[in-house]
């Protein structure tokens, strides 16, 4: 079975452009978070999105939005870059269940690097 | 204060050396506890859970300390594999956002 994918893996980006990242999660998981990871540091939870709702989300601007598809997969756009806003890009997948729906752990797709210039 | 705080590191080990990490975590309310491991330029993948009455796994066994609020990873017998950085993870009661720690850099040489 395929991971979950990411795409593009690379993106060069301006000030002020805006960027749209993909991700799709693994097949059968309905739950997609996304997480900003600046070099040094770890993961940080920007969304969460559970049956195409926004289930949760972190302290970023509104400059960040997602959307979460009828087959799962996701989009995260980010108006206005800053230089700032360079950073690893991460999609995780998890399928939780009724039962233990908050200890499902996170499988992460390879990521999208994304610069700011 | 950081909600999980980590020793960046790096630690340097030779082959066979047995080498802990301890992470500590601000909020009270955490209630699921993870040790990922990232490799450089790549994503992080679990490596354990962790569970109130520790748990081992092959040459790794994590411990949790609730009243102390910490966490710890131990690695016995570290092979040149093991080179990479551990993250300490947690998340709060019935959020599914997870909150990682710095990550600790653990390099073992021959």
Redesign the interface.
């Known amino acids: 079975d395929a991971g979950v994918t990411q795409s593009p893996t690379h993106l060069i980006k301006t000030r002020g452009q805006h960027v749209t990242l993909r991700c799709s999660p693994i097949s059968g998981h309905k739950s997609v978070s996304w997480y900003q990871q600046v070099l040094g540091q770890g993961p940080q939870f920007i969304f969460q999105y559970y049956e195409k709702e926004e289930r949760g989300r972190g302290n970023f601007p509104d400059r960040f939005s997602a959307r979460q598809f009828p087959n799962y997969s996701s989009e995260l756009n980010v108006n206005a870059l800053l230089l700032g806003d360079s950073a690893l890009y991460l999609c995780a997948s998890s399928h939780p269940d009724h039962s233990d729906s908050y200890n499902s752990p996170l499988h992460f797709g390879n990521g999208t690097r994304l610069t700011v210039t | 204060r950081k909600e999980?705080e980590q020793d960046?590191g790096p630690f340097n080990v030779p082959e066979g050396a047995t080498v802990a990490f301890n992470c500590t975590y601000s909020n009270s309310a955490s209630?699921?506890f993870?040790w990922y491991r990232q490799d450089c330029r790549?994503?992080?993948?679990?490596l354990m859970?962790v569970y109130s009455s520790g748990n081992e796994d092959g040459r790794f066994t994590a411990q949790l300390n609730r009243a102390s609020q910490y966490i710890s990873l131990l690695i016995r017998d570290s092979k040149l594999s093991d080179s990479a950085t551990y993250?300490c993870?947690v998340?709060m009661?019935?959020?599914?956002?997870?909150?990682?720690?710095?990550?600790t850099r653990l390099q073992v040489f021959p």
């Not at chain 2, 790549?42 to 679990?46: D, G, T, V």
Request: glycine share 8%; no cysteine; net charge positive.
């Open positions: 999980v960046p209630q699921s993870f790549k994503e992080p993948k679990l859970s993250l993870v998340n009661l019935n959020t599914d956002k997870l909150i990682f720690g710095t990550g």
